[in-house]
């Protein structure tokens, strides 16, 4: 077989035992992550009733601003009213007896 020999896999075993110390460094930063995912997970968790609030409170909304609409909408015609009733009070009289 051609390049078969006992020196065949040196430069590959060179290579891994050069990346050694690199894994041996990667180790306690990945036995790490363990515990800072569930630090996050516990986070998360105690935020998850904040998120459920506010999901109700942005679901009651929409009919909060129905009853708003429904009431802007009735003013124009109360405003109307008001001042039907307003041109039918004669107050021009009033009004010149304070000038005097």
Known sequence: M???GPGRFDAV???FDALAPLFDALGPIFDALPPL???LGSIFDALAPLFDALRSI?????PLFDA???IFDALP???D???QQRSRTD???LLDNKKR
Do not use: K, V, Y
Request: hydrophobic fraction near 60%; charged fraction near 10%; proline fraction near 8%.
């Open 2 to 4: 051609l390049g078969a």
């Open 13 to 15: 075993w060179s290579f």
């Open 37 to 39: 995912f569930d630090a």
């Open 58 to 62: 942005f679901e009651a909304l929409p």
């Open 68 to 70: 708003l609409c429904s």
């Open 77 to 79: 015609p109360l405003f």
């Open 81 to 83: 009213a008001l001042e």
């Open 91 to 93: 107050i021009g009289h």
